[in-house]
């Protein structure tokens, strides 16, 4: 290459900021992206391994706190390790699996999603609010006709 088109490339680095002028700015740049990563790779691991738990200000609700359980992580064995499994099984196994610890089929009733549980407790009061109301019209109305009802 000649003398002209190495000047004209380095002209044009240089009007682009890849110049030699330019080499302490990129160098701060490059710490603080290391630093930014590394502040956030810092919060993620945090957020996977602490015992506080990562929004520990933040209220929660008593359903919640009882429900807790259900969102722990768990170590499960290696699948060919029978031991490990029998194991596993022994002491109860995964939270949602289809067999207990011993041997009975689960009901699902863990499944179910976490806001709607009181929700359906509600409703399930409500209902039983109104079938004895309705009930209790109907008893009163057949003793007003002279039937006996227990």
Partial sequence: MSEDKVRTV????????????DRLFWKQVGKALLCTYA???????????SPLGWW???PRPKEEWEMA????????????????????IASGGAIGTAIGPKGIMDDGNDS???????????????????WFR?????ISELREKGFDVE
């Fill in 56 to 58: 520990t200000l933040k």
């Fill in 134 to 138: 309705m009930r209790n019209e109907v």
């Fill in 10 to 21: 380095r002209e044009f680095l240089s009007k682009v900021g890849l110049g030699k002028k």
């Fill in 39 to 49: 502040v956030f790779g810092a919060a993620w691991l945090w957020n996977e391994t």
């Fill in 69 to 88: 359980h259900l969102y722990e992580r768990i170590k499960y064995p290696y699948p060919g390790d029978e031991e490990a499994m029998k194991e596993f």
């Fill in 112 to 130: 179910e999603n976490f806001p709607k549980k009181p929700q359906s407790k509600k409703f399930e009061q409500e209902s039983q609010k109104l």
